[in-house]
């Protein structure tokens, strides 16, 4: 069952971020995909975290996947958007951008 | 260059489960990324990871994860885990069995050592403010050590001198006899000064307890009864109060019941509390056996009350020197006084004794526990690939140990309640009695059975699972891997260790128990049967009557059939200390009190030298004239001759001597007719006391033995105290037992301690042997292949064999050296308690390291016989 409860800020951004990633959504590109384009300093520990909560709010999904040399033999857990997960995103964008609309003038251009 | 490795096995040891595999090896892509340009900036990167995920991902940070996750709950699980556990019982009943036997030997061990620490260390004591009360202990020359007591009137002095206490009371253990209908009987007395009663806070479950005023002289007289009499000899009868019991023929109305917690170590055996109206002032010096006993005064210690009650001996010494020469004083807290110091001691070593026990059982379950992990590392690398993770099977063992401890103790509690039920059955001493389960006992039991299994699976599960699990699939790679054998032999040594120092300290004590029990007294007590008796002064206030009384009770005793001959004696040799008292030799004039010449004195029939059968080495015994003989006659011991007499015994023979006069008896002039051989003095060490023997006749004695031999003293119980009886019905017997019983009565906790070291030093043994079959079976199973090659290559069964044995020899002989010095130190430690036997006996050591070795090699002879029969053939197609 999705949480009736609003998404958190970062955890929207760790969201986004495995959208972004795609196939390929496991902790190091989701880490540096919201490095680079929110350009804050974010532990990759804190994502893990965050991934792991919304793994639990069924609002994301993983996989253990191959493991390679690099890793020493560990696989890499890679994340999916759940489709619950991609509702209540949506409706927390939502309610962002309904919350922001008519403030441009003040709250300036992206 | 590789990521830190102490990084990496903190995060391993802590993250959580779930996300740990797949954080550490995006850590390690991140570092494979970095330090290719960068090496220090990634080592310094890893290490700020590490720490991040170590706040964030900290196993026990981490919510539980959701049931979906991971496909049940831990809790659940758990569970599961306990009920698994339970089922290895039948399972796995070997390693189940094996497991719980060597615990329950172990924690029934500890139990039965921690109750007896209970009663003295741990419970608490009925009196109150017991660690404000100061024990004034007395020793003195032919006196049991601290177990003396003071005279009256030096009890006054201390009561009014000493302000290092509050308020002093005293008390005193005294045979009364108590009348009731048509039968005597002597009774345990407590008698009280200065409200002993008030002073302990105790309290009367019936009635009221004593009070100062009821030792006033024109007091009522009154007693208070124990509650353990009450029940048994009164029948626990509710209108006991105000009821009159004879008490030596005077009424005493009783007006109340104690409450029972006082029944404690010697106050057990209290029967009722007297309060005491004699005039401590004017009461005699000689008469000793009070204990002083006293609340310290506000800011003062036990040092401070030593010192002073030192000094006031001091001077009581040098103003009475007759009566207090040579009597030394110290003071003790209430523990040290209701048990002696030997007893701390004891208890020490007994306590070290069961901790090695615990520690080689707990070595061993962890040996049976790594041996079946190995076993089952094949299984545990599947379950790992399919995704179980290490916490979970952490989680396994734990349980199923738990279930294992849990079960040793119970199993433990059972073994510790056999073992109570020995010891009460050895030893007679009121404190071994009070030894028992209680609260705390069993919530020790407990706490042992839980914590066991906590120090046995550590070890095993950080070995096992601290090695990569998973690409342990292949047969060769497990075999190589050898599971930390290396530590599994350093354990098995330092279990032979234990066990040979244990081996060590235990033979030490049982030839000293031996040597107590074998010990020559200088006489054959085995024929003799003796009971105390005590002519009452109210019924016999004249001195003459008294001894006439005494003299046709040993008339009377003479006539049982069997009798071989009777005699009285005030004291049984080396079972009791006779009192020192003061002569002087006729023409030797002694300038200072503490030159006069001493011995402690005896009263006696004629007949004693022969019914005790001490030969009498010079002059002559006592005989039937002498009681008539207006001069007194005296034989003195070897001992005295010697101490007294340049020319020894054959100057003693014929000299004068003179007693002077004490308490109302007139100076008494003898001389000396013979020389006795001495006995052993009570404590068994080897001074020997200066004894001195006169006739009743010539000094009475109305608190004295009556002492007869036969060929089997044990049968004539009944006859002698209807003789007692018949002579005068207020004439109790007590103590009635022969002098044989009464020396195994002394002895008894020595045998108790001799057997528990005994029987602790045996389990050691079993415990260390089981051990190294363990390793030694296991090291065989390993090298299979490597036998079967040798023995492809024509090695004998012989060969391959004493290598086998050569192996456990090894580990034993290190064990063995290491055990011999271990024994070293902890003999000398106990060379207090050890009697008849040195702390460095070389046969001692030597024994046990036989025994070790020879546990060596018992322990290897399955496997030696299943390398032996290894076929090379078969071994080497498995291979």
New interface residues.
């Given amino acids: 069952m999705a949480e009736a409860q609003p998404l958190g800020e970062f955890e929207q951004l760790v969201m986004l971020g495995v959208l972004h990633c795609g196939a390929d959504a496991y902790g190091v590109p989701v880490w540096r995909e919201i490095q680079a384009r929110t350009s804050r300093a974010v532990s990759i520990a804190a994502v893990y975290k965050t991934l792991d909560r919304l793994e639990g709010k069924t609002l994301v999904r993983s996989q253990v996947g191959e493991p390679t040399a690099e890793r020493g033999g560990r696989g890499k857990r890679v994340y999916q958007v759940t489709p619950p997960g991609l509702r209540v995103l949506r409706a927390s964008l939502g309610a962002l951008a309904r919350m922001t609309d008519g403030l441009e003038s003040v709250l300036g251009a992206r | 260059m590789r990521p830190p490795r102490l990084a990496r096995w903190l995060l391993e040891g802590f993250v959580?489960p779930?996300?740990a595999?797949?954080?550490?090896?995006?850590?390690?892509?991140?570092f494979?990324l970095e330090s290719r340009t960068h090496p220090w900036r990634a080592k310094a990167a890893y290490w700020q990871?590490t720490l991040?995920?170590l706040?964030?991902?900290s196993a026990w940070r981490?919510?539980p994860?959701?049931p979906?996750?991971t496909g049940d709950p831990a809790m659940f699980t758990f569970f599961r885990d306990i009920v698994l556990g339970v089922r290895l019982f039948v399972s796995h009943p070997s390693y189940a069995w094996a497991s719980v036997i060597t615990l329950a030997l172990a924690i029934g061990a500890n139990t039965v050592i921690f109750s007896m620490a209970n009663v003295l260390v741990l419970k608490p004591l009925p009196i109150q403010q017991a660690d404000r009360m100061g024990w004034i202990l007395v020793s003195g020359p032919g006196a049991a050590p601290d177990r003396a007591g003071v005279s009256l009137p030096d009890y006054a002095v201390y009561r009014d001198g000493a302000d290092t206490f509050a308020r002093l009371s005293a008390w005193r253990r005294n045979m009364v006899t108590l009348r009731t209908g048509n039968t005597a009987d002597r009774v345990l007395s407590m008698r009280v000064i200065g409200d002993v009663q008030g002073l302990w806070g105790l309290r009367a479950g019936l009635g009221r307890t004593l009070t100062i005023r009821d030792e006033a002289a024109g007091a009522p007289r009154v007693l208070v009864l124990s509650h353990q009499s009450w029940t048994t000899r009164f029948g626990a009868a509710p209108d006991i109060l105000d009821r009159q019991l004879l008490i030596d023929g005077e009424p005493h109305a009783v007006v109340g019941v104690l409450t029972p917690d006082i029944e404690l170590g010697n106050l057990s055996e209290i029967d009722l509390w007297l309060p005491e109206k004699a005039d401590p002032t004017t009461a005699a010096r000689t008469v000793r056996g009070w204990r002083p006993v006293g609340l310290l005064a506000d800011g003062r210690t036990i040092a401070d009350a030593h010192a002073q009650v030192s000094t006031i001996a001091g001077t009581l010494a040098d103003t009475h020197p007759d009566t207090n020469r040579d009597w030394t004083v110290r003071v003790a807290t209430t523990r040290e006084a209701m048990g002696g110091t030997n007893t701390w001691l004891v208890l020490s070593m007994l306590s070290v004794v069961v901790g090695l026990l615990l520690l080689l059982a707990c070595a061993n379950v962890t040996n049976l526990l790594i041996a079946r992990l190995i076993g089952r590392r094949q299984e545990l690398a599947v379950r790992t690939a399919l995704?179980a993770t290490r916490g979970r099977i952490v989680r396994q063992i734990v349980a199923e140990s738990l279930v294992l401890g849990i079960a040793g103790g119970l199993l433990g509690l059972a073994v510790a309640a056999a073992g109570l039920q020995g010891v009460h059955a050895m030893a007679s001493e009121p404190f071994f009695r009070q030894i028992g389960f209680d609260v705390r006992v069993i919530g020790f039991a407990i706490a042992l059975a839980l914590v066991a299994p906590l120090i046995f699976t550590v070890l095993p599960t950080l070995r096992v699972l601290r090695r990569d699990v998973?690409?342990a699939l292949n047969e060769s790679t497990l075999r190589s891997v050898g599971g930390g054998s290396r530590g599994r032999s350093t354990l098995v040594v330092l279990q032979v260790a234990l066990a040979v120092t244990l081996a060590v300290v235990s033979a030490l004590v049982v030839q000293s128990v031996r040597a107590l029990s074998q010990a020559d007294l200088g006489y054959d007590p085995s024929r003799l049967l003796a009971a105390q008796i005590d002519v009452p002064t109210w019924k016999f206030a004249d001195e003459s009557a008294a001894l006439r009384l005494r003299q046709r009770l040993l008339d009377r005793v003479r006539e049982i059939p069997g009798v071989q001959s009777a005699t009285l004696a005030t004291e049984i040799p080396s079972l009791q200390f006779a009192t020192p008292t003061g002569f002087d030799i006729v023409g030797r004039p002694v300038t200072e009190e503490r030159d006069r010449p001493s011995a402690g004195l005896t009263i006696t029939s004629p007949d004693y030298f022969r019914v005790t059968g001490i030969p009498v080495l010079a002059g002559r015994s006592f005989e039937a004239a002498d009681q008539s003989s207006p001069r007194a006659v005296a034989v003195v011991s070897a001992e005295t001759a010697r101490r007294y007499w340049a020319g020894g015994a054959a100057e003693a023979v014929g000299a004068a001597i003179r007693l002077p006069a004490i308490d109302g008896r007139p100076a008494l002039d003898a001389t000396v007719i013979g020389v006795a051989r001495d006995t052993a003095n009570p404590d068994l060490d080897q001074v020997m006391n200066p004894m001195l023997f006169l006739l009743d006749e010539h000094r009475p004695a109305r608190a004295t033995h009556i002492v007869l031999s036969a060929e089997a003293p044990a049968r004539l119980s009944a006859e002698l105290r209807r003789a007692i009886r018949d002579v005068d019905p207020d004439l109790p017997a007590s103590q009635l037992r022969t002098v044989s019983d009464s020396f195994a009565d002394e002895t008894s906790s020595s045998r108790l301690l001799g057997a528990l070291f005994a029987a602790f030093a045996v389990v050691a043994i079993l415990l260390a042997t089981a051990g190294l079959y363990g390793v030694v079976s296991y090291s065989v199973s390993q090298r299979t292949p490597e036998i079967a090659v040798r023995m492809a290559l024509g090695a004998s069964a012989r060969e391959i064999g004493r290598q086998v044995v050569g192996g456990s020899l090894k580990l034993a002989a290190f064990g063995t050296v290491l055990g011999l010095a271990g024994a070293f130190v902890l003999a000398r430690a106990m060379a207090a308690i050890l009697f008849g036997v040195s702390s460095t006996d070389p046969a001692t050591y030597a024994a046990a390291a036989a025994v070790a070795l020879s546990a060596a090699v018992v322990a290897s002879w399955i496997p030696m016989r299943r390398a032996a029969t290894v076929d090379p053939i078969q071994s080497l197609r498995q291979a």
Wanted: no cysteine; glycine share 10%.
């Fill in positions: 959580a779930r996300l595999d797949a954080l550490i090896g995006d850590l390690d892509e991140l494979a990871r991040g995920a706040w964030h991902l981490m919510p994860p959701a979906h996750l995704g998973r690409p």
